[in-house]
């Protein structure tokens, strides 16, 4: 017996009203999956565009200052534990002398590898209005312009956040040693991240009850997203411009997030 199919649509319509159940299925599978895509592609896309932001020349002066604040707050208590140091420790050989000073530099480079993220979170939180600001002039300049964080709000929240991501590392150092300890680093502070950042972009906008109501009405999408910013903040150097690149990448985010939502 052969069929001959006139026309898909009328076929797809029958099919419809057939068997009600497996096509709503279809669909709500299709739009799941389509709903996954759209949110790599905007993860991306919010990514090349925070990239993009801090290399503009608008970003840099924001860029030098804060990286610049933090390397020499650094270098000021690297050199005040090595002259300190000097005083303290009197040691009979010279040799032993000079073994304790370097191994001293030594362990402050790690201390300073897991404080780096937390201070220059501190430092970054001094500039996220303004970030955010070059942001939504140079992308999103027909929308409704975000209203400026009080100083105090902004020191006050970067505190926080601070202490909270030094703690959480702390706490997940001793699992480094293990095979799982760098994803359970890095889903943490992919949470931390995701969650602070998202929320100071979205209190420019609505209240702050508003803007963690909205965040967690989102939080699979959110700490999706937080694990590009966690990634960078792990790797030398590049963590000093992290939390710059974190406030320009979650402007974007926030900025799809909402249009969707409308």
Known sequence: VHYRVANCENVDIRLRHSFPLISSARSSCHLRWQARSLTCVSMLAATFKALGDLLSAEFRSVLFRAVGMTIALF???????????????????????????V?????????????????????????????????????????????????????????????????????????????????????????????????????????PD?????????????FAAGLVPAVLSLIPLVNLVAPLFATAYFVHIFKQLRASSA
Request: zero cysteines; proline letters at 5%.
């Open 103 to 207: 191994g001293a530099g030594l362990g402050l480079l790690v201390v300073f590898f897991f404080l780096m993220a937390p201070v220059v979170a501190i430092f970054a939180g001094l500039y996220l209005d303004k970030i955010a600001s070059l942001v939504e002039d140079r992308h999103y300049a027909q929308d409704p312009k975000g209203v400026p964080l009080s100083n105090f709000r902004a020191l006050q929240t970067s505190l926080q956040f601070a202490l909270v991501i030094l703690v959480v590392n702390l706490a997940v150092l001793p699992l480094i040693f293990t095979g799982i300890g760098i994803f359970v680093l890095i889903a943490a502070n992919a949470y931390l991240v995701s969650r602070e950042y998202f929320e100071m972009v979205a209190m420019r906008h609505m209240p």
């Open 210 to 222: 508003e803007a963690r109501l909205f965040r967690r009405n989102h939080t699979p999408a959110i």
């Open 75 to 101: 270098i000021a208590v690297l050199i005040g534990v090595e002259v300190l140091l000097a005083y303290l420790i009197l040691l009979p050989w010279a040799w032993a002398e000079t073994l304790a000073a």
